[in-house]
Nanobody
Framework: VQLVESGGGVVQAGESLRLSCIVS????????VAWFRQAPGKEREGLFC????????YYQESVKGRFTIARDTPKSTLYLEMNMLKPEDTAMYYC????????????????????WGKGTRVTISS
């Protein structure tokens, strides 16, 4: 099983980035997939989770209205569209998968996640 994130980089505040997470080795439809981030010196926090059932969970008020999640099943890819980026969005961004189906669950802490990617770094300059 592999989860490979890409799309990170260094951008200025106010700009946008789109992160991708390509998932292989599992049946994408049967898994809940999620985005997390960890800023330097801080604990990991969950951003969004797209459940296998079709539901979505949003965890951070700080990104609502700026970040959106999208799931492309034919491509087994999870996206994170990030707009109006702020310096406080600087972090390593990770995707993770939980399942299959009820065997995993979405959670802000990531406790229900079974597989993790290695992350992609996002740096926002002011």
């Amino acid at each position: 099983v592999q989860l490979v994130e890409s799309g990170g980089g260094v951008v200025q505040a106010g700009e946008s980035l789109r992160l991708s997470c390509i998932v292989s080795g599992i049946t994408f439809d049967d898994y809940s997939v999620a985005w997390f981030r960890q800023a330097p010196g801080k604990e990991r926090e969950g951003l969004f989770c797209s459940a296998w059932s079709g539901a979505s969970a949003y965890y951070q008020e700080s990104v609502k209205g700026r970040f959106t999640i999208a799931r492309d099943t034919p491509k087994s890819t999870l996206y994170l569209e990030m707009n109006m980026l702020k310096p406080e969005d600087t972090a390593m961004y990770y995707c993770a998968a939980a399942g299959p189906r009820q065997a995993g669950f979405c959670s802000e802490s990531g406790a229900g996640m079974k597989y993790w990617g290695k992350g992609t770094r996002v740096t926002i300059s002011s």
